[in-house]
């Protein structure tokens, strides 16, 4: 049987997955990420032995050898595609980790960067199969972007396209990690919570949690926070007017807290020519969504040099 493995390394846990080359999924686990050690050595080291011990999990569970390897994580990925070349203020020792030498498997080892990948798995597997054109949006500490056009995933030059997190909604507000003032990510993400709110609440969940029991600082938080997100996604859909918009991340956890209100709003401010109507779906592979997706990257990779 030929099958993929799937890395996904973020910000606070590491998700590992196997996938047959026709979409099964056949083993899954995660663990912690361990990112608040203050030695990069020590993290790197964690990481690269947690991951190859995973692997070795697979091998034997498996009994057979892998044909290729994914790992995702945040940030650029370089030229080449063997590491994380720029990723600024999170993850400290991840860039220039070279993974097909860290890991010391046989088999190839793909790099893409993680919001790629989930929407790879998405298209493949998820809530964005049969689409073309869609976007994907994963909002957790901070929001990363993905980009399809006619069924291909958009790079750009560098491989910086589909940041969308980054987009500007203020530019007289708080710069974010890649200098961008007033940025989507600032506005919604985990991570300026507490600035948001004064010191009030650490995560959106704990937001989430004072809203639905009626808080009016809460209420007035959140439905800001929902509003602007909303302002970023018809931004978006003007932009690249695709067919989805797929939402994925912890932040849809809320649910009802969250799609209710954005419903609302986005039929308030949507532009909607001759009646076209964006469709806005929650991503369904959850937090495996970016291993899923770097492993049928893998495939992808793999089968191409085999030809």
């Known amino acids: 049987m030929d099958y993929a493995v799937g890395i996904d390394l973020g910000g606070t846990l590491i998700k590992a997955v196997a996938v047959t080359f026709d979409g099964k999924i056949i083993y899954k686990t995660k663990l912690e990420t361990r990112d608040t050690s203050k030695s990069e050595s020590l993290k790197v080291r964690y990481w690269v032995s947690s991951i190859n011990q995973q692997i070795m999990k697979i091998q034997q569970r498996q009994k057979g050898g892998i044909s290729c ?54 298209n493949w597997i998820g809530a964005a199969t049969g689409f073309k054109d869609v976007v994907l949006l994963t909002i957790g500490t901070g929001v990363g972007g993905a980009i399809m056009m006619e069924g291909k995933i958009v790079l750009g030059r560098i491989g910086r396209a589909g940041h969308m997190g980054h987009i ?33 609440y650490s995560s959106n969940k704990e937001l989430v949690e004072d809203f639905k029991n009626g808080d009016y ?22 932009t690249l007017d695709p067919e989805a918009v797929i939402l994925g991340g912890g932040l849809i956890e809320a649910e ?45 990779q793999y089968t191409d040099r085999n030809r």
Request: aromatic letters at 10%; one cysteine or more.
């Open 69 to 122: 390897i994914g790992v995702t994580a945040p940030g650029l990925v370089d030229q080449r595609g063997t590491s994380i070349q720029f990723m600024p203020g999170r993850l400290k020792g991840l860039e220039g980790l070279v993974w097909s030498e860290s890991l010391k498997h046989e088999c190839p080892v793909s790099v893409l960067n993680d919001a790629h990948a989930a929407l790879i798995g998405e």
């Open 168 to 200: 500007c909604l203020d530019p007289f507000g708080i710069p974010d990690f890649c200098r961008t003032p007033g940025s989507l990510e600032w506005f919604v993400g985990d991570y300026s919570v507490k600035e948001r709110s004064g010191g009030r």
């Open 217 to 238: 600082f809460a209420t007035t938080l959140w439905l800001q926070t929902v509003r602007i997100l909303a302002c970023g996604i018809v931004s978006i859909i003007n």
């Open 256 to 300: 009802e807290a969250l799609f209710n209100p954005l419903f609302e709003i986005l039929e308030e401010i949507e532009w909607k020519p001759g009646g076209s109507k964006v469709k806005i779906i929650q991503a369904c592979l959850k937090e495996y969504g970016g291993a899923i997706g770097v492993a049928k990257y893998a495939i992808q």
